[in-house]
């Protein structure tokens, strides 16, 4: 028979586990607490992956992707910060947790996101019932520490150690919420630069955290958002660095929602000038968040812990410069903004792999959880874990091929004193008033990822209820609107999924798509010369309701 030899120390390590779980009324399981994964996820601001921003991130190209996991076609469930990131912490789609924009009247941060989201997420599972000792540093939400929903005393339900940015993104002169106790910042770098203050508070509690229970720890930089102010040393780089000049770059988008077509081409030489000024700052900015990966990384070798966790960097949304002749933003719903990088390393996952496998943000907390044991369908989160394909055990044949992308317009309801010919309704406007959003930019598109098909269907919520179709095998920039071209019977069909999945809820999400990965491409002509598509044309032919699988 065989004899199980356990030393004094790990005894009394695994007995203080036992007693620091008990004195929280949490179970203790010796062998599986003891040796679960540690889980660091890194989410940056307005992060896009393309128009390049992963570019100027060599270190993190490194350090996580090389050592990890490169994802392809990793999607948000919405193109705007505070309801993406509630994507992120509730693994859900808006529909679901009911966060609409970046205001607290649209619940971003709300009092009552407060009550029936916040002891919902993952990290609040994590802590609860999973043993993990967790750690927040940054931007939380977009109204976090607003006076009429708690202030900067109210620290969200699932965090041991809290150290949360009082409103949106900011480089110097911001408050943070420590635990409860407002701490204001000034405009000296050596103290006050917010993402390196991120940074030192980071390694500080790899540093001092219990050693007897996992972690898991989210820092969520400022960057590369607005006001993109890089740190000293970086000032000046990317001197010569213009916007990428694609395709769909200073273009008429005379196809598309009205709120595209409104913009003036060519644009302006003061609008280019200002979007690649802050094209460069962004990359200024970025080179910050890559000297916060390397210290993070060489912090966790240091310790030991490197091997036993998994590192996760990915954003919060794309962003665009120029698209259609938008100077910047990332409200639209085309691929700059609704894609962004997920980079992952870990336990199990062989490095240098790439994945073309379709996931979005609402995967990111059924993942983590599953990463430490949690049984995710004990949930009620719309996304799935793709812990499987990290560790090459997925059988990508009945993977998801399709999801959900929403996003609720906003928009003034006074006209622009600069730019009364808009009336009322629009905002995001600059001075030649071209406008990236309104009230009826309100929109819900099903984004289609197989072998068969790599298409993208959108409706508007206005009085047109304006359709967009890409078939973006052929047409990657987006510029031709297939919508009047596609037969009016396959649009139907487009529209019952998208339906389906605007009325989804937990596992009824998890729906495997609707293409047939064995049909070809439906054309390899170039967009300008795409035929209709027929009604039972394979690759757009839907499934009914009663025989999708789950």
């Not at 969520?220 to 001197?239: L, V």
Request: net charge negative; aromatic share 10%; charged share 20%.
């Amino acid at each position: 028979m065989a004899s199980i030899r356990l030393n004094l120390p790990t005894l009394l390590n695994v007995l203080l586990i036992c007693v620091t779980l008990l004195r929280n009324n949490r179970y203790c399981v010796v062998a599986k607490r003891y040796h679960r994964p540690n889980v660091v996820l890194i989410l940056t601001d307005d992060l896009d992956i393309v128009i390049g921003g992963m570019t100027p991130l060599n270190k993190t190209k490194k350090l996580i992707g090389e050592a990890g996991i490169t994802f392809t076609n990793a999607f948000v469930a919405s193109p705007l910060c505070c309801p993406s990131r509630a994507s992120i912490l509730t693994g859900k789609y808006p529909h679901n947790h009911h966060v609409i924009n970046n205001t607290l009247e649209g619940n971003c941060s709300s009092t009552a996101w407060q009550k029936t989201q916040e002891p919902k997420t993952f990290p609040a599972l994590l802590q609860a019932y999973a043993g993990y000792q967790t750690f927040f540093a940054g931007k939380y939400l977009n109204q976090y520490g607003n006076p009429d929903a708690g202030g900067v005393e109210h620290v969200p339900l699932g965090w041991d150690y809290w150290v949360g940015l009082e409103r949106n993104s900011r480089y110097y002169n911001y408050t943070l919420s420590v635990n409860g106790k407002p701490k204001k910042h000034g405009g000296n770098y050596s103290e006050d630069y917010l993402t390196d203050v991120l940074t030192n508070m980071s390694l500080d509690f790899l540093q001092y955290k219990s050693n007897y229970r996992p972690f898991f720890m989210m820092v969520s930089t400022p960057a590369p958002h607005a006001p993109w102010t890089p740190a000293p040393q970086y000032q000046d780089h990317f001197k010569d660095l213009k916007a990428p000049r694609d395709p769909n770059f200073n273009v008429h988008g005379k196809d598309k929602h009205w709120l595209i077509r409104q913009a003036k081409t060519p644009m302006t030489n003061s609008s280019i000038e200002l979007l690649d000024d802050a094209y460069r700052k962004r990359w200024r900015t970025l080179l910050s968040v890559d000297d916060l990966v390397e210290k993070v990384v060489k912090r966790l070798e240091v310790r030991g812990e490197l091997e036993n966790t998994y590192i996760i960097f990915t954003s919060d949304n794309g962003y665009h410069t120029g698209l259609f002749s938008l100077p910047l933003d990332k409200r639209q719903l085309y691929e700059s903004d609704i894609r962004v990088p997920l980079l992952i390393r870990g336990p199990n996952i062989k490095p240098n792999q790439t994945s073309g496998l379709a996931v979005q943000n609402v995967d990111l907390g059924p993942t983590i959880l599953d990463m430490a044991g949690y049984n995710v369908s004990k949930t009620t989160m719309d996304g799935t874990s793709f812990l499987s394909v990290l560790e090459g055990s997925v059988n990508s044949t009945t993977w998801r091929t399709d999801f959900l992308v929403e996003y609720e317009g906003e928009g003034s309801n006074v006209s622009d004193p600069a730019c009364p010919l808009l009336g009322p309704g629009v905002s995001e406007c600059f001075p030649d008033c071209v406008c990236e959003d309104s009230f009826n930019n309100t929109y819900a598109c099903v984004r289609t990822v197989a072998p068969s098909a790599n298409l993208q269907y959108c409706e508007f919520d206005d009085n047109e209820v304006f359709v967009e179709v890409y078939n973006m095998t052929v047409d990657p920039y987006q510029l031709s609107n297939l919508a009047k071209t596609v037969d009016q019977e396959v649009l139907e069909k487009m529209n019952h999924r998208l339906m389906m999945l605007q009325s989804c809820s937990g596992q009824s999400c998890r729906t495997p798509g609707v293409y047939d990965a064995r049909y070809a491409r439906y054309t390899d002509q170039p967009p300008s010369s795409n035929p209709p598509l027929s009604p039972d044309h394979p690759a757009l032919t839907l499934p009914s309701p009663q025989t999708t699988q789950l």
